[in-house]
């Protein structure tokens, strides 16, 4: 037994010898400790800290319209910035590790901050089928395992679907998106989620409105109250 560990040791140590894996940020060699970023560019992420206060800027934008327990974003999202190169490793280079790394930084600070202690599950917002088959995985569902892990929170996949493609955001005014977006999604196996308190993971914050079109399908289940938590809040 020792002895494979011991072997196992060594092959890690070789592996990254001859392979050294680079911070996503500078491009610095990682020593073992590090994953993804040097410590130097983990200091650099602008986390927002704020998870316990009630009327943060997350909470500001979706009041009024999605009823939440709390709401909660890890970083500020900067253009050109850390948090975008690393969501854009995540989504377009295949780097799931990305989106383990943030989950689990994401779930230390809302434990730290106390805020998750009354939720049952975590649901990951969804991607739409076709889209999940290109990209080969979602990105928001890796953020929610790593965050649950953490938290010792169970993650539910397939209970939120989306039941069409909806067409592009970018070029739509608030209204236009909210409207493209009614009733893009669907709860599945409704009777687990009855009087549960949902902690509804998205990687981007921006507008709001696929997280309020995931609230309206989640809202129709009984007695289930939702908080929300995206890795970033976009200008
Ligand atoms: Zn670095």
Not at 39 to 44: A, D, E, I, R, V
Not at 140 to 149: K, L, P, Q, T, V
């Amino acid at each position: 037994m020792e002895r494979i560990l011991w072997w196992k040791r060594l092959q890690r140590g070789l592996m990254h010898l001859f392979f050294p894996e680079c911070c996503v940020g500078c491009g610095a060699g990682l020593t073992e400790a590090e994953t993804v970023l040097c410590l130097g560019c983990q200091l650099l992420l602008p986390e927002t800290g704020y998870h316990a206060h009630t009327l943060n800027e997350t909470g500001q934008r979706l009041a009024g319209r999605i009823p939440f327990v709390f709401a909660t974003s890890f970083a500020y999202f900067v253009p050109d910035g850390l948090l975008q190169q690393l969501l854009h490793g995540l989504k377009y280079r295949n780097r799931k590790d990305i989106g383990r790394f943030l989950g689990t930084r994401f779930g230390h600070a809302l434990q730290e901050a106390g805020v998750c202690v009354g939720v049952d599950y975590i649901v990951a917002v969804p991607l739409h089928p076709e889209k999940e088959r290109i990209r080969g995985y979602n990105q928001s569902i890796i953020i929610a395992e790593a965050m649950g892990a953490v938290l010792g929170v169970p993650v539910l996949d397939g209970v939120l679907v989306r039941t069409r493609h909806t067409e592009s955001q970018t070029q739509k005014t608030r209204a236009e998106r909210a409207a493209n977006m009614e009733a893009a999604f669907a709860v599945r196996h409704s009777q687990s989620l009855a009087g549960k308190h949902v902690l509804l993971v998205d990687d981007v914050l921006t507008t709001g409105a696929t997280l309020e079109a995931c609230a309206q399908a989640l809202l129709g289940v009984p007695g289930l109250s939702i908080s929300i938590g995206t890795i970033a809040l976009a200008g």
